[in-house]
């Protein structure tokens, strides 16, 4: 067997050819970040009311035309804003001959005197509907009429998505411990390329349902493998930053959706756009390299070999005979034969009760952060504009939780972030209200992005944080679990936003509420910076108690003395799934 840790050594931490499989990694998972957050764009809600073709005879855009859509439409006032506008689902029963005889200007006294704004003369609007069309030339909310009483069917579409996200991580993580995860990452790209046109070409709102989940079962198969390929070429010294790094190329994507998205304001052309390039991308497959640890795991030394021949030749290093060689492996951490489930994380009452804390944080913060990133159009102000700084903040929350969590621990650090998150939230929305001066609302979205800030830096945090805090025996099935509970929070995301059918605020209050929540929950959990880490379930059971009672044992599996565990090089949990895989020794990651 080679010795590829040792390879890496004389490699170099992050040599030139780390750098270009890398890179190269980065550039093939952008297109997740479009289709993650493209909702916000396919589905642009504007506004809308009844069409009446009984007005057809006026001009649009004259007094005429304005006099004639007041006998027609009712108005209404704005539960939010109390501002009153034409009802959006209410018209009245008019003819052409009644419209030909009503006085202009508008006169209300009048038209109530003929019975126009009688409830009895008022339908349903039986001609479809007339949608602004002056920023979104056409999105699905006005292509399929979701509107009214099918209002609801806009969240359906996000959740939906992220339940195709769920399935996918657990579907794919099993298809790349059989076929590998270069061959896992191009299939993901093929079927993304495939499901994304089908989106853009969907007949009706039941098949775009079914192709944008569909679509989001592929991110989970382009960017995990493409992750755990390029994180696995750099030394393990520099793979937290190696792991931080993807996010960031994650937040550039998100940026560029918000200029696409500018330019093009068709749904079906820019969902075309987005798709396409890995009509491109496709073609990389002969210059990316298959994961050497998974190559290594089932015996294929010699693709192991020819890899660190390549790199040293890009790098001009010369790697010594001895990492070619046959060495014996010396596994100190304890055997276990039997293969543990997400019961062990529940088990014993010390482990269930972090673990319910754990899965806690990780679906607020999905919930929150999906909540917050794809309802930038109800901030006020430019939609497009709220979107990019959306991105632009997520840059300097993944690389200030990377320094700070390693200087005032994993706990303090969670939890000042989720608190961030929390104001931010919970004061935005107050600062649109319609008694407020509009200048105020700048102000508003800085809050709204800090609490993005927040969001995004305790994502960060809680994945490596999970990591250490679960044993090795169930490491890879509790970051797997984890990540699943992510998956349930950003399956119910969307929902939050009909709460503001009820109060204006209140879906920010919700996100503020549960971010304050679960600061509080990560403070209830033990502090891994600086501690030796559990390896074996008692080691688990027996971690961040106060009195540890190490005459009772819930399970000895092996060694009763922690190995120290850095977050640098973590067991593997790529895939999402509960499975306990400890033969490879992968980079833990979850997908946003």
């Known amino acids: 067997m080679v010795d590829f840790d040792g390879a890496l050594e004389y490699l170099g931490a992050f040599g030139k050819y780390q750098k270009l499989i890398y890179c190269l990694t980065c ?24 069409n009446v073709p009984e007005i057809r005879h006026a001009e649009p855009g004259t007094e005429n035309y304005s006099c004639a859509l007041n006998y027609s439409i009712p108005w209404e006032q704005d539960k939010e804003t109390k501002d009153w506008q034409f009802s959006g689902c209410r018209r009245y029963a008019v003819t052409n001959e009644s419209l030909l005889t ?19 003369n008022t339908s349903s609007c039986n001609h479809g509907y007339w949608y602004d069309r002056s920023q979104y030339h056409s999105s699905i909310f006005t292509e399929f009429d979701l509107v009214c009483d099918s209002n609801e069917l806009n969240q359906f579409a996000q959740s939906m998505y992220m339940v195709g996200v769920l399935i996918g991580a657990v579907g794919f993580g099993q298809l790349s411990d059989m076929i590998g995860r270069k061959k896992t990452l191009f299939i993901g790209l093929f079927l993304q390329l495939g499901f994304g046109v089908a989106v853009a070409f969907s007949p009706n709102y039941t098949f775009f349902v ?3 989940a569909l679509v989001g079962a592929t991110t989970s198969a382009v960017f995990l493998p493409g992750f755990v390929i390029g994180t696995e070429l750099v030394a393990p010294s520099l793979r937290t930053w190696a792991g931080t790094l993807i996010q960031i190329f994650f937040a550039i994507g998100y940026m560029l959706m918000a200029l696409l998205a500018y330019f093009i304001r068709d749904w079906r052309t820019l969902q075309l756009v987005i798709s396409l390039p890995n009509a491109v991308f496709i073609f990389a497959y002969p210059l990316i390299v298959e994961s050497p640890r998974w190559l290594l795991s089932k015996g294929r030394d010699e693709e192991v070999a020819a890899i660190m021949r390549r790199a040293a030749k890009v790098n001009g290093v010369t790697l010594p005979d001895e990492v070619f060689t046959t060495k014996t492996i010396e596994d100190n951490e304890p055997k276990d034969a039997r293969t543990h489930t997400i019961i062990d994380l529940v088990r014993t009452p010390n482990m269930a009760k972090k673990s319910l804390l754990i899965f806690f944080n990780w679906l607020v913060i999905t919930l929150v952060y999906y909540g917050l990133s794809l309802n930038t159009s109800n901030l006020g102000g430019d939609d497009y504009l709220n979107f990019f700084i959306g991105g632009v903040v997520e840059i300097p929350a993944y690389i200030s939780s990377i320094y700070v969590v390693d200087t005032f621990g994993r706990r303090k650090t969670h939890a000042a972030y989720m608190m961030i998150g929390a104001v931010g939230c919970m004061i935005c929305p107050f600062l649109t209200a319609p008694f407020l001066p509009e200048r105020l609302n700048p102000l508003s979205i800085t809050l709204a992005m800090i609490g993005k800030f927040g969001l995004t830096a305790g994502f960060n945090i809680i994945y490596l944080w999970t990591a250490e805090l679960y044993p090795t025996m169930i490491r890879n099935v ?11 929070g950003g399956i119910i995301s969307p929902y939050v936003e009909l709460s503001k059918s009820v109060w204006g605020p209140l879906p920010y209050i919700i996100f503020g509420a549960l971010s304050f929540l679960a600061a509080l929950a990560a403070l209830l959990l033990p502090e891994t910076l600086g501690a030796e880490l559990p390896v074996t379930l008692e080691d688990g059971e027996n971690f961040g108690k106060r009195k540890p009672k190490s005459s009772k044992s819930y399970e000895a599996t092996g060694s009763k003395v922690n190995q120290a565990f850095s977050h640098d090089t973590p067991g593997s949990a790529e895939n999402g799934s509960v499975s306990n895989q400890s033969s490879e020794k992968n980079m833990e990651v979850t997908s946003l």
């Open 210 to 212: 079914v192709f944008r």
């Open 102 to 120: 009503v006085d202009c200007p508008f006169d209300a006294v009048n038209a109530t005197t003929l019975g126009y704004f009688n409830d009895v």
């Open 478 to 488: 509790g970051v797997g679990a984890s990540s699943m509970f992510a998956r349930v």
């Open 27 to 50: 550039v093939l998972t952008l297109p997740v970040s479009f289709h993650m957050l493209a909702m916000t764009f396919l589905d642009a809600k504007v506004a809308f009311h009844c």
